[in-house]
């Protein structure tokens, strides 16, 4: 069984589920992936796919990524990527993945993706933190306050949380439940948001138990 | 983008009537009482009009014993049954919110005949 998918967040709308209460979803674009490579326990100590997603021009891939896409025979593709799958023996390298290969209405999944990038911020912004008093007589609003004691331990301990870049960085959302599936447009909606701006690529992958 | 509004549009019910600022509307929204359903009216003046393909919905407001009661109707939900336009009404703002400070016969709008 295969274990995951590759997509594309196309953005976000709402539909009204059997109650008549609205739901929101994220649309995203699911495959047709293509199995580029098989990972087999005895050579790669693992068993996995290496899938693709996203059709390239010849002309854009170099010469060793030619050669390796070259054995599924599938074209290029931009984006490649590896998934669990329990029983390799079971697919074809070249064989063309979909939706309802992998994933089915009503399932709860998880979904990874890059985050959107919010820059260099603040405590207060990246952290939740509450700041310092606006009133008595205050001149520092949004900075952090102490960050540690004194002789004891003579450092700041790790991972104090401060300042700094804020996104653009990969994130795992799980429990996302799966609202609709249209196979024949190639679409999953998700139930809520999924990481990342409009376009990004995002991995579907089943959830463990 | 475009895959998104197509997503959406396929949501849109057909069989809605032309809804316009002004008018004087009847609708009927399903209710579940546990196990039971019916169905209830809401009769109003339509004051506003949010568009966005399964997201339009419009804003009806009627007195109730002197008490102006204001409902917003999600028009592609299927809660909402049916609505029936009963009457139409010359109009020169797309949102009649100065209704809210009216009431009595200043709060009548002027009927559109034919």
Redesign the interface.
């Known amino acids: 069984m295969i274990k995951g998918i590759l997509g594309k967040k196309l953005g976000m709308s709402q539909i009204f589920n059997e109650a008549g209460d609205i739901i929101p979803v994220t649309i995203v674009e699911v495959g047709p992936c293509y199995v580029i490579q098989k990972k087999i326990k005895e050579r790669d100590g693992y068993d996995a796919l290496q899938i693709g997603f996203v059709s390239k021009k010849s002309t854009r891939v170099n010469k060793p990524l030619k050669a390796h896409q070259d054995r599924a025979g599938k074209g290029y593709f931009y984006h490649l990527r590896e998934v669990d799958c329990d029983d390799v023996s079971l697919v074809d390298v070249g064989q063309e993945i979909k939706i309802a290969d992998v994933f089915s209405k009503g399932e709860t999944i998880k979904v990874t993706g890059i985050s959107k990038g919010k820059g260099f911020a603040g405590v207060v912004r990246r952290h939740g933190f509450g700041g310092l008093p606006a009133s008595h007589g205050s001149l520092i609003l949004r900075e952090t306050g102490s960050i540690g004691t004194a002789t004891t331990p003579g450092r700041v301990i790790k991972n104090k949380k401060m300042a700094g870049q804020l996104g653009n960085k990969q994130v795992t959302i799980k429990g996302i439940t799966i609202v609709d599936v249209q196979e024949d447009k190639h679409l999953v909606a998700l139930r809520g948001a999924v990481p990342g701006p409009k376009g990004q690529i995002v991995m579907l992958k089943k959830q463990e138990v | 983008?475009n895959?998104?509004d197509a997503?959406?549009k396929a949501?849109m019910k057909q069989d809605l009537p032309e809804i316009r600022i002004g008018d004087r509307v009847r609708v009927a929204t399903?209710i579940v009482e546990g196990a039971r359903q019916r169905s209830q009216l809401f009769e109003g003046v339509v004051i506003a009009r949010h568009r966005g393909n399964?997201?339009d919905s419009i804003t009806v407001r009627k007195q109730s014993y002197a008490v102006g009661v204001e409902r917003v109707f999600?028009l592609?939900?299927?809660?909402v049954e049916k609505i029936e336009v009963i009457s139409r009404a010359k109009v020169r703002k797309a949102k009649l919110y100065y209704l809210r400070q009216r009431r009595g016969k200043a709060a009548r709008l002027k009927e559109l005949r034919g």
Not at chain 2, 76 to 79: E, I, L, V
């Open positions: 983008m895959i998104v997503f959406e949501q399903r399964n997201r999600p592609h939900a299927p809660s």
